[in-house]
C-alpha cells in the first residue's frame, strides 16, 4: 500500500506570505526605476554671473531638443535655419531638411536673446576672439575660475572648433554635432579642449572698432617680424586699449605706421586692417 503524504491545509497567514514573495519582484523594479539617474539640468547653475550672461544661458535652454544643423543658425539674423552637407561628416546628409543649429550658431542665438541685437554672428573662431570678450580663460586654468555664460572652445589659436554655454557646476549645454539635438553635456577637458571666454552682453555695449579683410594676424609687438597671436578670419569687432606709431608696414596698396593694441588679445595690429582714418579718432596714444 502506498502512503500519500498529507498536506496541512494552507492558512490565512501562510496565504499572506505566499502572496508578499510574489509582489517581492515588483517592489525591486519599481525601486530601480526610482534610483535612475535624473536628466542633466539645464539651467544657472552656479552663483556670480552677469544678469546678461544668466540670461543667454536660459535662452539657450530653451533650445534643447532643437536639431543640430552643420551651418544652421547663420542666416540674415539669428535663429534656427536648415542646415548644409558637411563634406567631412556622413552623419550631416539630413542636415539640409533639419531646422537647428550649428555651434556658432546656438551661441549666437543665446547671446542676441540676452542682450537685445546680435552681438555673436560668425563662426565659432571669430566668437572666440570677438570683440566683446571681456576676460579669457586657458585649458590649464580647468573650471574654477568659469562663471554661467561663458563659452567654452576646442581647438587652437589657429582655429577654434567648437564652442558650446557653460552652466556652472561642471556642466554646458551645446550643439554638439550632426544626428545630435541641443542637449546638456559634462565639460570635456580632455583632447584639444583650448580654454573659454567671458561676454560683455550688456545691452548697447561693442567694440567700437572692426577688423577688415581675410585672415589678418595679430602680433606680439608692433611689428610683422614678431609672433604672431591670433587670425581674424573675417571682419571681427574689437576693442582697441590705445594706438601708437611703430613699424611702417604696406599692405593691401596702403601704407601706415600706426599700430593698435587689442586688450582682449593682448597683441597688436596695424591700423591697415582696422576700419578707420589711418590714425583712428578718438583713440588714445599708447604710453
Given at each position: 500500500m502506498h502512503h500519500r503524504t498529507r498536506h496541512p491545509p494552507r492558512t490565512a497567514a501562510a496565504l499572506?506570505?505566499?502572496?508578499?514573495?510574489?509582489?517581492?519582484?515588483?517592489?525591486?523594479?519599481q525601486a530601480d526605476a526610482a534610483d535612475a539617474p535624473a536628466p542633466a539640468a539645464c539651467d544657472v547653475l552656479s552663483p556670480g554671473a552677469?544678469?546678461?550672461?544668466?540670461?543667454?544661458v536660459r535662452a539657450a535652454c530653451t533650445q534643447l531638443g532643437?536639431?543640430?544643423?552643420?551651418?544652421?543658425?547663420?542666416g540674415p539674423q539669428p535663429g534656427p535655419t536648415y542646415g548644409q552637407v558637411d563634406p567631412t561628416d556622413p552623419d550631416s546628409s539630413q542636415d539640409p531638411y533639419r531646422k537647428?543649429?550649428?555651434?556658432?550658431?546656438?551661441?549666437r542665438w543665446a547671446?542676441?536673446?540676452?542682450?537685445?541685437?546680435?552681438?555673436?554672428?560668425?563662426?565659432?573662431?571669430?566668437?572666440?576672439?570677438?570683440?566683446?570678450?571681456s576676460a579669457r580663460f586657458t585649458a590649464a586654468q580647468g573650471l574654477d575660475p568659469l562663471l554661467p555664460?561663458?563659452?567654452?572652445?576646442?581647438?587652437?589659436?589657429?582655429?577654434?572648433?567648437?564652442?558650446?554655454?557653460?552652466?556652472?557646476?561642471g556642466k554646458m549645454v551645446e550643439a554638439k554635432e550632426s544626428g545630435t539635438k541641443v542637449m546638456v553635456s559634462d565639460v570635456r577637458l580632455g583632447g584639444d579642449y583650448f580654454g573659454a571666454v567671458r561676454i560683455n552682453a550688456e545691452p548697447g555695449q561693442g567694440g567700437g572698432h572692426s577688423t577688415w579683410g581675410t585672415d589678418v594676424w595679430t602680433h606680439t609687438e608692433p611689428?610683422?617680424?614678431?609672433?604672431?597671436?591670433h587670425k581674424f578670419t573675417g571682419p571681427t569687432a574689437v576693442r582697441i586699449e590705445c594706438q601708437k606709431h611703430a613699424q611702417s608696414v604696406t599692405a593691401e596698396g596702403i601704407t601706415n605706421d600706426a599700430w593698435s593694441y587689442l586688450p582682449d588679445h593682448q597683441s597688436w595690429i596695424t591700423n591697415i586692417y582696422v576700419k578707420g582714418p589711418a590714425w583712428l579718432d578718438g583713440v588714445p596714444t599708447c604710453p
Open positions: 499572506v506570505a505566499v502572496l508578499a514573495l510574489a509582489a517581492t519582484p515588483l517592489t525591486l523594479v552677469s544678469a546678461a550672461a544668466e540670461k543667454a532643437v536639431w543640430y544643423s552643420w551651418g544652421g543658425g547663420h537647428g543649429f550649428d555651434c556658432s550658431g546656438f551661441v547671446y542676441a536673446q540676452a542682450a537685445g541685437q546680435d552681438i555673436l554672428d560668425g563662426n565659432a573662431h571669430s566668437q572666440y576672439n570677438s570683440g566683446r570678450v555664460g561663458d563659452l567654452v572652445v576646442w581647438g587652437s589659436a589657429r582655429k577654434v572648433h567648437h564652442i558650446a554655454v557653460y552652466l556652472g557646476a611689428s610683422t617680424t614678431s609672433p604672431r597671436v
